[in-house]
């Protein structure tokens, strides 16, 4: 019977800990090496290339200098090293050539492997740099205040690249929160949060994204305690087609409990223009920006009201 394996998985957002599989067969590195590749920086797949490409060098190297006289050099391991790096290259300066059968069929088989690492190592730099990817960048904070007589809790998101729409984007918000069950089992469990506006034709530049605490919200008879005791987490995901790629591209993001920003608002990001030829202008760095509301309602006052209707 095969030996299982423990995969530990570091995880890239500190709301989720880092965790182990158990009872997984082989390493990831050889079982889904295209994966591993593809989800590494682009400094570690260089570094990743460069180990590969130095061990078969030290490989063939070695191999050529333990046969005497297969190479036409002065039979140092130096020389049989840098003969290797040379057919592995197919650079083949001329003074240096095989001279046996033994050195013919492992230039053979070298030169083999170099045409293949150097297709797949093409392939690989070209599917990690054409990968579509979504530049939208989320508030710092979720604010809550009043808006139409309901209070509401607000994120906001933005384009950060400079004329691209994305086409038919869809936007959802989700929270973890903790329940118990009529057994008195405590889960963690994902409820999905309906938003004021959840698809839009294309999104170009901003967008306040809103959920209003109504009778549909898991929020809506919950005190500010209950509220701080039993959620975890929020999780956002964007989605729609880029006009530039034509194709998908994803963005999500966690907000904490305790990024949550009470009786205040977003600072507006966009100044209108004074006349017909003025220019509508984005402040991106009011994005997180936030202001005290001028509202005479508290939180608790409007948590009272909407429990006693």
Request: proline letters at 4%.
């Amino acid at each position: 019977m095969a030996k299982t394996k423990t995969r530990r998985v570091k995880s890239d957002n500190s709301l989720i800990p880092d965790y182990e599989i158990t009872g997984l067969y082989g390493l990831p590195f050889i079982t889904d090496a295209y994966y591993t590749l593809l989800g590494a920086s682009w400094w570690q797949l260089f570094a990743y290339g460069f180990l590969a490409y130095l061990a078969l060098n030290l490989v063939f190297g070695t191999l050529y200098w333990i046969a005497p006289n297969s190479v036409s050099s002065d039979g140092t391991w130096l020389q049989s090293f840098h003969f290797s790096v040379q057919t592995f290259s197919t650079i083949g300066y001329g003074s240096m050539s095989p001279t046996s059968t033994f050195g013919n069929i492992l230039v053979t088989i070298e030169s083999f492997i170099g045409l293949v690492a150097v297709a797949m190592g093409t392939g690989l730099v070209f599917s990690k740099f054409s990968r579509p990817s979504a530049r939208i960048d989320y508030s710092t904070n979720m604010v809550v205040h009043p808006r139409n007589g309901k209070m509401t809790l607000h994120f906001r998101i933005a384009n950060e690249r400079a004329d691209n729409r994305i086409i038919n984007a869809k936007l959802k918000l989700s929270v973890l929160m903790r329940v118990v069950s009529e057994e008195g089992h405590e889960l963690s469990r994902f409820f999905p949060l309906k938003l004021e506006r959840d698809e839009m034709p294309f999104f170009a530049l901003s967008l306040i994204v809103m959920h209003t605490v109504d009778e549909d919200s898991p929020f809506f008879t919950m005190t500010p305690e209950e509220f701080h005791e039993n959620v975890t987490f929020f999780v956002t995901s964007f989605e729609g087609i880029d006009s530039t790629f034509l194709q998908t591209v994803q963005a999500n993001n966690f907000y904490h409990k305790s990024d949550i920003i009470f009786n205040e608002k977003f600072v507006d990001m966009m100044e209108r223009p004074d006349g017909p030829e003025g220019i509508l202008v984005m402040r991106h760095e009011n994005l997180s920006k936030t202001e005290p509301i001028e509202a005479n309602e508290t939180f608790d006052e409007l948590v009272d009201e909407l429990e006693t209707d």
